[in-house]
C-alpha cells in the first residue's frame, strides 16, 4: 500500500479522485460471445496501473500499482493484454485502472513491442525507482530502520524530480543542474544499494559500451567511483554539518562574495540617517570594500520606499587572501543627517543637514566567510553601539566594539542575512538570479581582485579623507571643521556627478564629511570613490575646501571657506598619483581667491612635493606663496587607484612611450622585468605591440631582439601564473587578431637557438623561455603565415631549415652530458610537444614526426624516463598522431619506448596512460586506417603488457589500467591479428606455448580475482566478451598445433580446460542471482556467455581423442563445476563428458575407479559451495544412466556409480540446505547422514572430515559429551603404532602429529577433556585406562603418566562427590510427508537437555517446525497422517531402562555410582499408559486397570554422537492391575526407607521433606495409600477368579506389612529433629501412625528392620552428596537407596524450616486441559469438591501443596497431548539440583526407575474417590500429569507417592523443596519468544482458555 501509493504518485500524473469511486458493479465484463468483438487496440498501447487490481477468473490479470502494461485490444471499458514484466500471461482488466501513456510501437502481431517515449532519463529515473522500491520493502522487512529511511528520502527525491523534469516547464539551465542532481542521486543510491555502477558520458547519458573503446569506458568507470566516494564522503560530512560540495565549488573559483539583505534598522535616530556598511579588517584596522550606503529617514524606513524589501547588496571580489585574514567584520557606521544637536529645541531656526556621527554596529562574519555557517534565511541581529561623545570618532568606536566582549545594544540594532556566494559578479549575475539582479547594489573590495578578468574596465580612485588639525583662530573653542571635497579640471570646472559615497547610491558632485562638534585634531576615516572618465584624468585634481560650520542657522550662512587643499591626479612624469597617504598643504586665502584654480594650481600640493622644490619655509611659516599662504593646519588623505587605465609605473610607461627616447630603450627593455605583473596584464596589447615595432624597426640589427625575445617571455609566463590565467584568451586574440609582425620569426627563432645551443651558459634565461615555448611558437607560425600571405610562399626553404636546426639543436642539448641542463631538458621535453599543433601549419608534418622521434631518441638512456615517456604522451594527444603517415612514423618509436621501459619495471604509470592514450586514438574512426598499427601494438606490446599484469600486485593503483589497455588491445584486434599473432613466433614451438601459458594464466587469475569492483558490470561484460573472443581464437590455435601426436602440450591443454571452466563459473556471468532486471539487460547484449564457452568446452574435449586418458582424473573437478551451473541446455550437453571420462578410464584400465572417487570428492565440495539442484541430480541420474545402459561393459557398474553418486547428492543437498538452517539439530543429523554415507562407501577421508564438522556443531552448542563420541569415531581409526600417518587422517590445524600414535594420543587427550566438561568422568576413566597402558608399557613417558593418573583420581572423586543433572529422555515421532526425508514417519529418542521439562522441549521441536501440529495422543498414528502431506509432530517422556555392567551386578554398590547407569549407555527406553478392561468398577478402579508398557529400542546407545538416534524397535507388554500395586508399593517403601537412610547420615538435612513425606502416608484420609488395593485385590471374589495370582496378593501385603518398620524410623528421627514450633504437627503425625500401625498389625503381621546402626557398620559410610534417581531394576537392592540429595546443595527456599508458613504454588494456579476432564464428573462430585475444600487450613495447604491431582478418567483409549505449551521459563541455575516436589506439579525433569522391594503399602479408602491414585500418578510418571485445581476434585489418597506404571519420574519427588514453577501464564510479565521464520497459521476461531502451566497427557 504505502509503496503502491507512492508508485501512484510517480508513475502518473492525472488521477482518478478515488478507487472505490472506480466501483466495480460497473464494470460488465466482455463476454466472447457477445456481438461486439476485442479490437485490436490503436492508440491505447501502454499504461500504467493506478491501483491495485486482483483477477476475479482466470481470464483476469491481476494488477499492482506501478506495474507496467502492454495494451493488445481493447472492449467497453476493459483492456486485454500483458504486463511487461511477464509478457507470457495475458488476460483482460479493466481501462479505468490504467494511465495510459506515450508510446512507440515496433514490430507488429506476435512480435509487437512497446518502448515509452519519455526521455532516457525519465525511463532512467523510473526503472532506478522500480528497482529500489523492492529493495526499499525488504528493508522494511528486515527492520533496517536507518538505510530504510535514507532509500525512502532518496526515493522521494527522485520522483519530485522526475515530475518536475516531466512538467516541461523549467529553463534550460536549471534543467541541465536538475538532471545533473538526478544523475549524482542515482549514483549514490545504487552504490548505497550495492546494486551496478552507472557511467555516463558527460551530458549524464548511459554510455553504450559497444560506442566506447575500452580505456574510456575505463576511464568512465573510474571517474564515476571517485565521484561517488565523494557523495558518499559528503553524505557523511552532511552529517557532520561539513559542507563539501560547497567547499569544493569555492575551491575551484577565485573569487567570492558576500550577499548582505538590510532587513530592519532598530534605532531610535529621530532624524534622517546614512546607514554605511561596510567589510572591515579588525587586525589591520583597515576598510576592505566600498560602503554599501542606505538612506535611512526619520520614520524609520528606507528613504526610497521602493527598495523597502529590496535593501541588498553583494560585495565582490573577496579573493583566497580574505578567506585567509584572521577576522573579517561586517561593519556598520549610522550617520544622522540633520542639526548639530539632537537636544537642540531652541527657537532660533537652527542648521540643518549637518552629517553628525550617531554609532556603529559590528558582526564578527568570520565563519561564514570561510564557510563554517552558510544559512542563508538566518536573520542575524547586529547590536548597535551609539557615539559616547564628540572625541569618539567612528573608527574608534568601530575598533573599540570590536575588542569589547558584547555591547548594551538595549535592543538597538540591524536585521541583516548573509550568505557567501562563489564567483565574480557575473557569474553571480548567472547562478543566483534570485538572489542578484541589475538592481542588487554591488560594492567591489578596494583594490583588483586576485584574478583580473580581460573585460573588467575600470577607473576607480578611492579617496579618504584621514584626518587634520585645525588653529581655532580667532575663535574661543576649536571649530567644527566640515571638509567639502570635489573634483576640477585645470581650467576650474568642476567635474560633475563622479564622487561616490556608496553603492547603492548615485553619484554627486561635492562630498561633506562628517563633523565633529569642537574638535581640533578630527579623524575621519571616510572612504569615497571617485571615478573619473580616462581622458580627463590628466587633466583632473581634487580640491578640499574647509568651513566652519554653526549650529545656528543664521551664523552658519556668514562661515565662509577658511583654508584649501588639492591634489592632482596625475604625476608631472605621466604616471598617477600614488598610492597611499598624502600628507596635504593646507593653503589659507581669502574665499574668492580660493575657488580660483589658476591661483593654486602651480603651488605644491603636499608637503613631499614641498620639500623637493625646496620652498624654504622661513619665518612663521606662513609663507606668502603668490596671495595664498601656506597655513598652520595640516590634513591628510590616503588614496588608491584601481585602474586598468592608469600606470603609477615609470618603467612601463617608459616602455609604452619608447619612441618619445629611444636613449633610454635597453634601461627600460630591461626594467619591464621587474613591473608588477598586475601592471603589465592591464596594459597587454599595448606592451605586446610596443615590443614587436621595437623588434620590426630595429630590423636590420639585432640589438634589441633578445631583450625583447626575454621581454616576450616575460609576459608569456605572467600570462601562465594563476593570476592572469584569464589573460590566456588576451594573448590569443592578440595573436589571431592585432599581431602583425611578419619578419618576427627569424628573429626569435635567431635568438631560441642562440639560447639552446649555449644551454650550460644560458641555462636560467633557457628555462624560462621553455616555459614560454608554446606562445612563442604561436607567434613565429602566425609571423609566418602572414608573412606567407604577404610575400607567397618566399624563404620556405630558409624556415624550414631554420626550424630543423633548431630541432638539430634541441637534440645536441638533450644528448649532452652537462649536469645544469637537467632542468632545462626535463622542460624541453614538457615544452616542445606544445609546438607541435602551431608548426604543423607551416611545416611538413610527416618531417616533424621525424624531428620528434630524432628528440626523443636523443634522451640520455635512463635519465628523465618520466618526462620523456609524458613528452610521447602529449604528442599521442596532439594533431600529428591523428594522420595515418605521421602515426607510421611516431608509432614504431613509442612501442619500442613503451617495450623497453615496461620490461624494466620503470614508470609503469606513465608507460600505462600512454599505451592507454595510443590505443584510445587507434579506436577513433577519423584517424585513417588503423589495422597496421594494432597489429605494431599487439606485435611488440602485447606479451610485455601480459607479463607486466602477471607479474603486478592486485593492491596496485595501476592494474586496473593495464588490464584495460591488454583488453581494449585484445578487443581491437581483428580476426587475422590473432593468427597474425601466433605466426610472429616464427619456428620456435616453445615460443607460442609460453605465449599461451602466460595468456591462459594470466586471464584465469583476473577472472579468478577480477581486478574491478563487482558493480562494474558494463566494464566487467565488456572484458568477459573480449576475453571469450580471445579464448575461442587461442583454442583454435590449439587444435591446431597442439593437438597431433606429436605436438601435444598436456600442460597447455590443461591451463585451458581450467581457464575455460572458471571463465564459465565466474560470479558476473551467473545470471540466475541478477534481479530479473539486470537479467534481462544482460542477456540482451550478451546472451548467457556460459553456453558459448561450456559449448566449446565440450568440443574441446571430444577434440582429445586418445589424450583424454592423461586427463582423468584432474579434469573430473572442472568439468563437474561446469555442469553444476543452472542453465538445463548447457547440462544436457555437458554431462556426458562425464560418461566419456568413465568410458575413457575403463578402456585404459577396466575400471573407473580414479574417476569415481574424484567426482565423489569434488561433488561434495561442490555442493557445500552452494551449487547444484534437485534438476542437477535429476538430469545426471538420466543422461548417465541412459548412457550407461547402451555400453557392453559399464551396464551394471556404471548403473551402481549413478545410483551412488545420486544417493550422496540427496544427502549433500539436504546437508546444505540444512546447513543454512537455524537449527543445529537438523544440521547434525545431516551431518551424521552424510558421514554415515562415507563409511559405508569406505571414503576414510571425508568420513572424518563430517566427524569433525559433527564435532564443531557440538562443541558451538556446548554438547561436550557428544563432541567427545564423535571424536572417539576417529580415534577409533587410529592404531597405536608408529605407522605414519595419512594426510587425511589429520584433518585439523591443531593436531602436529607424524604418527598414527601420536594422533591417537592427542585426540583421546582431547576426547578425555570434552567427557570432562560433560560429566563424564565413567567414560573418560576407560579411555584414560587404555592411555595410562600406553604411557606406562609403550611410550614410557611417566611424566605425562602422572598428569593422568591425577586427572583419573579427580574423576573417580567427582563420581561419588559431585551432584549430576539428569536429563529426561524424550520420544519424538515425526509424521506425515512434510518432513525432510531423514525424519519422515521415523521415531527417534532424544536426550533432553539438563533440567528441560517436556514442554521446553516441546516448545523447541516446535519452533523448529512452525507449521507442524502437535499430536494429542501418544498411541501410534494412523496410516491416513503417515501418508498425509502435512507435518505431525508427537512426543512424550520415556524412561531409561538401566543396563548395569555386569561388574556391578548383585553386589551392594553406592546409589553415586549406579546411579550413572540410570540415564547413560541406554538404548531401551519405556512408556507407560493405563488400559482399562472390564467394566467399570464405581467403587474401585484398580481391579480392572491394567498398564500398557511399551519398550523402545534406539539404533545407538544414548548418549553418543547426537543427542537423540531413531527407534529401531519396539515391544509392547501389558501389566495386571495387580502387578502394578505391588510395584506402586515397593516404590512407597524404598521412598521412605531412602528418606530415613539419608537422615540417619546426614543429621543436617532439612526436616520438610520428611515432615511432608510422612504427614502424606500417615494422613487419616490416606491411611498408608492402600485402601483401594484392599477393596481391589484382598476380596474372595477376586481370589476366586484368579487363583493363580495368589503368591502375588501374599507379596503385596508382605509389603504392606514392610511399611511400618519403615515408617516408624521415619517418625522416630522426625521426632528427634522436630522444632518446637511444629511440635503440634508431630504429635499428631505420631497419633495417625500409631492407628495406622495397629491396623496393618493387625491384619498383615508384624515386620523389623535390623537396626540401623548395624546397618552402618555392614555399609560403607556413604558419600555425602548424592545424586537424583534410582537404578530401574527389578530386583532389591539393599544398600541403593532410591534417591537421596543433600541439604548443602538444594537451596532452601525460605520457610523450609516451618513449611506451613507458605504454600509452595501461587494460589491461581488453573490447569485446564484440553478437554475439560471433568466433563462427566456428576455436580454431586463437584461439590463434595467445594466441601473438602473447606478443610482445616493445615490441611488444606497440604492438599495445596502435595497432593496430586485426581483425575477422573474418560472410557476413551487414546492418550491425548494437551496443546498448550507452557511458557519458556528461565533456565535454573546449574548449581541447584534438581529435585522437583510432587506438590511442584511439574512433572519431573528426570524419569527414574521404580526400585522393587518387599514390603507391600496399606491402601486406606476415601469416600467417593474413584480410580484416582494411579491414575494421577501415571500421569505424572510419563512427565505429563495435568492438575486441574478448581475443576477437579482435591488430591489423591496417597500424596506424592508417585506410583509408577515403569516410567517413575521422580522418586524423590518430596525429598528435598526446589525452586517454585513458574507462575501461570497469565501472571507473568516475560517478553513474548521471538517469532519463527514462517509464522504459523492463524488459529481456528475458538475461545477455549487454554491455560495449563503444563501439558499433560490425559484419557
Known sequence: GGSGRLWARTLNTTHASNPDSLARPQLRHPRRGNMTRWVPSKKEKYGVAIYNYDARGDEELSLQIGDTVHILETHEGWYRGCRSRRKSKKGIFPACYIHLKEATVEGDGQKETVIPNEQPLVQEVTTTLREWASIWKELYVGDKREMFNTVRDMIYDLIEWRSQILSGTLPQDELTELKQRVTSKIDYGNKYLDLDLVVRDKDGNILDPDQSSTISLFRAHEAASKQIEQRIQEEKSQKQNIDLTRQAKFASTPSFALFVTLKNVVCKIGEDAEVLMSLYDPVDLKFISENYLVRWSSSGLAKDIDQLHNLRSVFTDLGSKDLKREKISFVCQIVRVGRMELRDNNTKKLTTGLRRPFGVAVMDVTDIITGKVDDEDKQHFIPFQPVAGENDFLQTVINKVIAAKEVNHKGQGLWVTLKLLPGDVHQIRKDFPHLVDRSTAVARKMGFPEIIMPGDVRNDIYVTLVQGEFDKGSKTTPKNVEVTMSVYDEDGKRLESVIFPGAGDEGISEYKSVIYYQVKQPRWFETVKVAIPIEDVNRSHLRFTFRHRSSQDSKDKSEKIFA???????????????????????????????????????????????????????????????????????????????????????????????????????????????????????????TLDALFNIMMENSDSD??????????????????????????????????????????????????????????????????????????????????????????????????????????????????????????????????????????????????????????????????????????????????????????????????????????????????????????????????????????????????????????????????????????TLRQMEEYHYTHLISTFGKMRTDVVDFLMETFIMFKDLIGKNVYPADWVIMNMMQNKVFLRAINQYAAVLNKKFLDQANFELQLWNNYFHLAVAFLTQESLQLENFSSDKRTKIYHKYQDMRRQI?????????????????????????????????????????????????????????????????????????????????????????????HCRKHKYLAKTGENFVTLVVRLLERLLDYRTIMHDENKENRMSCTVNVLNFYKEIEREEMYIRYLYKLCDLHKECDNYT????????????????????????????????????????????????????????????????????????????FEQLSTLLRKQAQFYENIVKVIRPKPDYFAVGYYGQGFPSFLRNKMFIYRGKEYERREDFEARLLTQFPNAEKMKTSTPPSEEIKSSPAQYIQCFTVKPILELPPKFQNKPVSEQIVSFYTINEVHKFQYSRPVRKGEKDPENEFANMWIERTTYVTAYKLPGILRWFEVISDSRVEISPLENAIETMHLTNEKINNMVQRHLNDPNLPINPLSMLLNGIVDPAVMGGFTNYEKAFFTEKYTQEHPQEQDKIEKLKDLIAWQIPYLADGVRIHGEKVTEALRPFHDRLEACFRQLREKVEKQYGIRTLQTAADERRGSRPRSMVRSFTMPSSQRPLSVASVTSISSDNSPSRPGSDGFALEPLLPKKLHSKSQDKLDRDEPERERKEKKKEKRNSKHQELFDKEFKAADIPLQPAEAVILSETISPLRPQRPKSQVLNVMAGDRRFSVSPGPPAASSVPPPITPRAKLSFSLQLGSNLELNGMGSPEKGEIPPPLPVKGITADYGNLVDSQDLSSPTTPPPPPPHQRHLPPPLPSKTPPPPPPKTTRKQTSIDSGIVQ
Not at 715 to 737: C, M, S, W
Open 564 to 686: 584649501l587643499s588639492f591634489v592632482k591626479l596625475m604625476r608631472y612624469d605621466g604616471t598617477t598619483l600614488r598610492d597611499g597617504e598624502h600628507d596635504l598643504i593646507v593653503y589659507k586665502a581669502e574665499a574668492k581667491k580660493l575657488e580660483d584654480s589658476s591661483i593654486y594650481l602651480n603651488l605644491p600640493a603636499t608637503k613631499v612635493e614641498l620639500e623637493e622644490k625646496s620652498y624654504s619655509l622661513t619665518g612663521k611659516g606662513l609663507q606668502n606663496l603668490g596671495s595664498c599662504t601656506i597655513s598652520k593646519d595640516s590634513f591628510q588623505i590616503s588614496t588608491l587607484v584601481c585602474s586598468t587605465k592608469l600606470t603609477q609605473n615609470v618603467d612601463l610607461l617608459g616602455l609604452l612611450k619608447w619612441r618619445s627616447n629611444t636613449s633610454l630603450l635597453q634601461q627600460n627593455l630591461q626594467q619591464l622585468m621587474k613591473v608588477d605583473g598586475g601592471e603589465v596584464v592591464k596594459f597587454l596589447q599595448d
Open 703 to 968: 640589438t634589441f631582439d633578445t631583450l625583447v625575445f626575454d621581454a616576450l617571455v616575460f609576459i608569456i609566463g605572467l600570462i601562465a601564473d594563476r593570476k592572469f590565467q584569464h589573460f590566456n584568451p588576451v594573448l590569443e586574440t592578440y595573436i589571431r587578431k592585432h599581431f602583425s609582425a611578419t619578419l618576427a620569426y627569424t628573429k626569435l627563432t635567431k635568438v631560441l637557438k642562440n639560447y639552446v645551443d649555449n644551454a650550460d651558459k644560458l641555462t636560467e634565461q633557457l628555462f624560462k623561455a621553455m616555459k614560454a615555448l608554446e606562445y612563442i611558437f604561436k607567434f613565429i607560425v602566425r609571423s609566418r603565415v602572414l608573412f606567407n600571405q604577404l610575400y607567397e610562399n618566399k624563404g620556405e626553404l630558409d624556415f624550414t631549415e631554420s626550424l630543423r636546426n633548431l630541432f638539430t639543436s634541441f637534440d645536441d642539448m638533450m644528448n649532452s652530458n652537462s649536469e645544469n641542463t637537467v632542468m632545462v631538458k626535463g622542460a624541453a621535453l614538457k615544452y616542445v610537444p606544445t609546438i607541435v599543433n602551431d608548426v604543423k601549419l607551416v611545416f611538413e608534418p610527416k618531417e616533424l614526426s621525424k624531428l620528434f622521434t630524432d628528440f626523443i631518441l636523443k634522451v640520455p638512456l635512463g635519465r628523465l624516463v618520466k618526462q620523456k615517456l609524458y613528452c610521447m604522451i602529449d604528442i599521442v594527444h596532439s594533431d600529428l598522431f591523428t594522420q595515418h603517415d605521421c602515426r607510421e612514423i611516431l608509432l614504431p618509436l613509442m612501442t619500442e619506448q613503451l617495450k623497453f621501459h615496461l620490461e624494466k619495471q620503470e614508470e609503469l604509470e606513465a608507460c600505462c596512460h600512454l599505451l592507454s592514450d595510443i590505443l584510445e586514438v587507434l579506436y577513433r574512426k577519423d584517424v585513417g586506417p588503423t589495422q597496421w598499427h594494432v597489429q605494431i601494438i599487439m606485435e611488440k606490446l602485447l606479451r610485455t603488457v601480459n607479463r607486466t599484469v602477471i607479474s603486478m600486485g592486485r593492491d596496485s593503483e595501476l592494474i586496473g589500467s593495464f588490464v584495460a589497455s591488454m583488453t581494449g
Open 1094 to 1186: 561450456g559449448f566449446e568446452i565440450r568440443d574441446m574435449w571430444y577434440n582429445l581423442g586418445q589424450h583424454k586418458i592423461k586427463f582423468i582424473p584432474e579434469m573430473v573437478g572442472p568439468i563437474l563445476e561446469m555442469t553444476l551451473v543452472p542453465e538445463i541446455e548447457l547440462r544436457k550437453a555437458t554431462i556426458p563428458i562425464f560418461f566419456d571420462m568413465m568410458q575413457c578410464e575403463f578402456h585404459f584400465t577396466r575400471s573407473f575407479q580414479r574417476f569415481e572417487n574424484e567426482i565423489i570428492t569434488k561433488l561434495d565440495h561442490e555442493v557445500e559451495g552452494g551449487r547444484g539442484d534437485e534438476q542437477y541430480k535429476v538430469l545426471f541420474q538420466k543422461i548417465l544412466l541412459e
Open 1266 to 1341: 557428544e563432541a567427545a563420541y564423535t571424536l572417539l569415531l576417529h580415534a577409533k581409526l587410529l592404531k597405536w603404532s608408529e605407522d605414519a600417518c595419512a594426510a587425511h587422517l589429520t584433518q585439523r590445524d591443531g593436531y602436529h602429529a607424524s604418527t598414527q600414535g601420536q594422533l591417537k594420543d592427542q585426540l583421546y587427550q582431547e576426547i578425555i577433556n570434552y567427557f570432562d566438561k560433560g560429566k563424564m568422568w565413567e567414560e573418560a576413566i576407560i579411555l584414560g585406562k587404555e592411555l595410562a597402558e600406553q604411557y606406562e608399557n609403550e611410550m614410557f613417558d
